[in-house]
């Protein structure tokens, strides 16, 4: 005969699951956004980045070197908040900056890796692959239109 899990239990079991998911998914990706934004400091790339994309960022309220979160974004959603937060610490982005970024942090987040996971399990045809993260990129840079005057 089974035992019935007491409301500790399973607090317990969730909690434990939990930990898992950001030890072995949340914190890696969070790391590697640290570590990333450090080599293109080091390097002078995340300058240059600023340089090239000031205009483009311009539009939003940000600067060229948001364009690094966005990027990381893309790759990692937990990549996008750690670069947003390295970029912070190191001063080159604001509290208002990370505002905006937010909602395109989530609007356009993973997709690299949901292109794997998500529509090549489902079957989805890579012709149609353009149009998916297409429609994710705007909405996130409408996202942020809308926050620039709100934030």
């Known amino acids: 005969?089974?035992?019935?899990?007491?409301?500790?239990?399973?607090?317990?079991?969730?909690?434990?699951k939990g930990w898992?998911?950001?030890v072995a998914n949340i914190l890696p990706n969070v790391l590697m956004a640290f570590v990333l934004i450090q080599i293109l400091k080091v390097t002078g790339a995340?300058?240059?980045?600023?340089?090239?994309?000031?205009?483009v960022m311009a539009v939003f309220g940000l600067p060229g070197e948001s364009i690094a979160v966005l990027m990381g974004a893309w790759l990692s959603m937990g990549g996008g908040v750690g670069v947003a937060a390295s970029l912070y610490a190191g001063k080159v982005l604001t509290m208002t900056h990370v505002t905006i970024l937010i909602p395109a942090i989530?609007?356009?987040?993973?997709q690299i890796q949901y292109m794997g996971r998500l529509l090549g399990t489902a079957g989805v045809q890579t012709r149609?692959?353009?149009?998916?993260?297409?429609i994710c990129v705007l909405n996130a840079g409408i996202a942020m239109l809308?926050?620039?005057f709100v934030a």
């Open 146 to 148: 809308v926050m620039r």
């Open 20 to 22: 898992t998911v950001g």
């Open 46 to 55: 995340l300058d240059l980045l600023g340089k090239a994309f000031g205009p």
């Open 128 to 134: 149609f692959y353009p149009v998916l993260f297409g």
């Open 106 to 110: 989530f609007l356009m987040g993973s």
């Open 1 to 16: 005969m089974e035992s019935k899990k007491t409301v500790v239990d399973i607090f317990v079991d969730g909690a434990r």
